[in-house]
């Protein structure tokens, strides 16, 4: 059976704008590469009630959640406190990470926000992180990692030997100069007619060019075979409609739109 997913982005810098989250599209990329659906992401402020309310809501829905931001030595990083709440489970210093920190910063610089890096809520399993070595925690079907960037994806790779391998989705993207006013209604009767294959509808606008309005048709779906005949179909609309269908590299398409 396929595994479902839910990311949690966890942040008032996000929500405000200052920073941009990158974490969910490479999260989304990496679930797909493992066969694991990705059905939902949420972002929340720095709020441990907010973060308690999202965090049960999507770990009682989907096999697995994982979440980013934080977990930093600073005083707005509550993410440990809100999973500990949410699991309620006490929480302190785990032996472990702290020795791990500790070892990091010259005598005297390990001081007591930094410490706050070692609290992990009780009974959690460790995250490695190669970058920094401030580690993340894994309880239930949580997993809680860093929210900058390249230490997000290290912990990613340190928990990709744990994770479930599915079936891949395929993926065939057809681009058409053609407005999606005009294939849509083609493209409702196909979706009825391949029930198992996903069918979606990306319009763009390309300044400058002789025919800047077109879309990405994108079909998706486990059986490669079936993906293929419903691109087929696809291809056909799009011909029966006066354009040209062209088919976009699927490295570049398969997990965006």
Known sequence: MTKSAAILVIGDEILSGRTQDTNTNYIARFLTSLGIDLKEARVVGDVEEEIVAALNALRARYDFVFTTGGIGPTHDDITADAVAKAFNVGIGYHPEA???????????????????????????????????????????????????????????????????????????????????GAIAP???????????????????????????????LVVRGRDASAVERAALALEDLVRSLGAAPQRVNTADSANGK
Do not use: C, W
């Open 186 to 216: 083609g493209l409702a009767a196909l979706q009825k007619e391949h029930k198992d294959i996903a069918i979606g509808s990306y319009p763009f606008y390309r300044e400058g060019t002789a025919a800047p309005f077109g879309a990405q």
């Open 98 to 180: 702290y020795a791990l920190l500790e070892a990091r910063y010259p005598p005297g610089e390990f001081n007591d926000m930094r410490k706050r890096m070692a609290r992990i809520p009780h009974g959690a399993a460790l995250v490695a992180n190669a970058v920094s070595g401030a580690p993340g925690f894994h309880l239930g079907n949580v997993t809680v990692m860093a929210g900058v960037p390249m230490v997000m994806r290290a912990m990613l790779e340190a928990i990709a030997p744990q994770l479930p391998r599915g079936e891949q989705v395929q993926s065939i993207t057809v681009e058409a100069a053609i407005p999606e």
